[in-house]
């Protein structure tokens, strides 16, 4: 057993678990980190792909909850200006489902809410001259423009874990919480390495439970009744069809029964649309979408686009379980999206356990947590994220195409579509992807697109990416731009580069083509 005693053991390494260990360490806290598969290798990289208030959770009256997300938007966009961009979206008016004045209502609150904001507030669109209505019916006449953004939802989650990690967290992927006993005024935490077997010893002051669907599941191991239940676990699925327009803009689309899906430009040759609300039972990490929630999703965007969107069409597809708090709601879609945190008291021990939540909300989440960590086992530190970039988001959000250039300026061999999506995928890391490279031959193996070997090492090296998936569908989403015979190779380099322990990344402490062929969903 180690005899360090960490103040923090975090339980999962979803965007919750992540963020709380990143904030925590930078207060001053020691943490370790345990997840079980790879980084946001459940809920968190299933998302829409959203930095956003949530307009449709106004008519549910969650207005706190919108209010703070939708201020959060700014603070997200810039500390991580590389994987969150501004987005317009189009919210065509269909009779018979809402009225274009409540509407107006609607996201005149939604702007209000936001309070300052550097994106653009709503206007009304005439469909019939504005181009976001070529490639909708043309019964649609009017619109309305507004703004959220879009984030890259599995590399928030990476950036944060590597934040926490340089700043002193040991953050242990591919390994299991099996055991939790109570030792004297600390936790004595059995680890298991999913990959060999090994077991391991830790030590901690206090837990959290940050296992998003899990979470339920963690609470007999953690001294709670077998019978204690706060989630409610709702599926969300998502398709992905070749590019269905060439408008740079989002498409909010109502659908007769309630829910609301979008049609997104995703990867710059696909459409993203989603998502489904339904309730889940069974194992969250074998969730898979369903023929009924794929027709779903193409019936219920073939009623605004005019060319309809086929199952033929379906190029990738993924789901995720949202661990929502279970607050007795009748539909899965009118669950409510707002966080809480319970702390479970064992005579001197303590968890802490983080039920619901949502991408755009994490950090305000993992401020809470620390608020209630600290009233638990001490205060250490004060809240400090708001105005700390994220690792490669150390530049102003309008200087992305300035970062391109200095990149290509730095390795005039890159192209530069290859330039931009380094940028937009790390930052200003880019450079520390590229390495000493003078040339294309100096990036090693082509796997295809514009992948070569040194980037798959440095995910391995310093990304914990240690299979194809992790690389093709998380860290980045060349899964889509690669043949079948190509991720099968990345896969056989990546299984062959991670026979040996991987690295660890640097801490503080220790100086560390075809876009229609079909696809293997990753869930």
Known sequence: MTEDVFDLLIVGGGVNGCGIARDAVGRGYSVVLAEMGDLASGTSSASTKLVHGGLRYLKQSEFRLVREALREREVLWRNAPHIIRPGRFILPVVEGLSSAWLIRIGLLLYDTLGGFSTLGRTRPLDLRKDPAGKPLKKHLRKAFEYSDCIVDDARLVVFNAMDAAKRGASI??????????????????????MDNGRR??????MIVNAAGPWADEMLP???AHAADHHLRLVKGSHIVIPRKFDDPRAYIFQNRDGRII???PYEQDFTLIG?????????PGEATISEAETRYLCEAASAYFEEPVTLEEVVWSYAGVRPLYDDGAARAQDATRDYVLKVDRHGALRVLNVFGGKITTYRRLAEA??????GEIGQRGREWTADAPLPGGDF???EYDRKVMCLLRAFPFLDRPHARRLVRLYGTLAHDVLGTASSVADLGRHFGADLYECELCYLAAQEWARSGEDVLWRRTKLGLHLSEAERAEVAKFMHARNSTPPLKPPSEKSKKQGVRRKVATPH
């Open 172 to 193: 242990r992927t591919h390994t299991k919480v099996i055991r939790a006993e109570e030792e004297g005024d600390h936790w004595a935490i059995t680890l298991q390495d």
């Open 200 to 205: 391991e010893f830790v030590r901690a002051r």
């Open 221 to 223: 191991l953690l001294g």
């Open 262 to 264: 979008f049609a997104i």
């Open 275 to 283: 998502t489904t609300d339904e309730d889940f039972a069974g194992d």
């Open 369 to 374: 947590a620390l608020g209630m960590i600290a």
């Open 396 to 398: 102003p959000a309008a």
